[in-house]
């Protein structure tokens, strides 16, 4: 019994290492991909984003880390919220980057990723950036919180000329973050009926947004 009672300490200890050696790993490469991502080239920028996706599983990234969190907000921030000019001519937007990012926010989850998909349905001047935002919330790596933040954005931004890519998009992530929402739920048929009716948008989209209120109504 006491031979097995200190082999379990010496496992706790030789898992708490690697745990602690994991870290140490992290926060050193996070250092470096967070002086990379301020300073660097969008080419650069690109690199860290393609690594940290790489490396996500092995080092246990999470939002405990706050350099990747700092590193996001920044790279989201370029060109949208944070604009540097050079000749009248915008220098730092760069929505390959910001799509990237929103992949890293699927692998990530949780508060802040909502929060950043929450700010770039918003903010984000660019719809190729929007509609990876709505993939990510309709594939389910993106849930709401108890006050519905992330529903009351998607049925807030929605008006009658948006690219129909981002509709296509846009109607997905509605369907999945309105699914038994029962007190949205006029506020999501009024939207939905509005796209189905729309003389903007293609027969196939409209059918979507009518396939989506009958899903809705199978699910409420």
Do not use: W
Not at 31 to 44: D, V
Not at 148 to 153: A, E, G, R, S, V
Not at 193 to 215: E, H, P, Q, R
């Amino acid at each position: 019994m006491k031979r097995v009672i200190i082999f379990f300490y010496i496992l706790i200890f030789l898992l708490n290492l690697k745990s602690d050696d994991l870290k140490i790993k992290r926060d050193q490469k996070l250092k470096n991909y967070y002086y990379l991502a301020k300073s660097g080239t969008r080419e650069t920028k690109l690199n860290v984003l393609n690594n940290i996706l790489n490396e996500f599983d092995q080092l246990k990234y999470s939002e405990k880390d706050d350099k990747l969190l700092e590193i996001l907000e920044f790279l989201l921030n370029e060109g949208t919220v944070s604009i540097d000019t050079k000749e009248n001519k915008v220098v730092n937007n760069f929505p390959d980057v910001r799509r990237l990012c929103v992949s890293v926010l699927a692998k990530l989850g949780g508060n802040f990723a909502r929060d950043a998909v929450i700010n770039i349905i918003n903010y984000d001047n660019d719809y190729t950036v929007k509609v990876e935002a709505c993939n990510i919330i309709a594939d389910g790596f993106i849930t709401d919180n108890n006050k519905n933040d992330l529903l009351n954005t998607l049925i807030k931004v929605y008006t009658k000329s948006q690219p129909e890519a981002f509709i296509t998009s846009y109607i997905n992530a509605l369907k999945i973050v309105g699914k038994r929402k029962s007190f949205y739920y006029s506020d999501i048929i009024r939207v939905l009926t509005d796209i189905s009716m729309s003389k903007v948008y293609s027969d196939n989209v409209k059918k979507m947004a009518l396939d989506a209120i009958d899903y809705l109504g199978e699910n409420d």
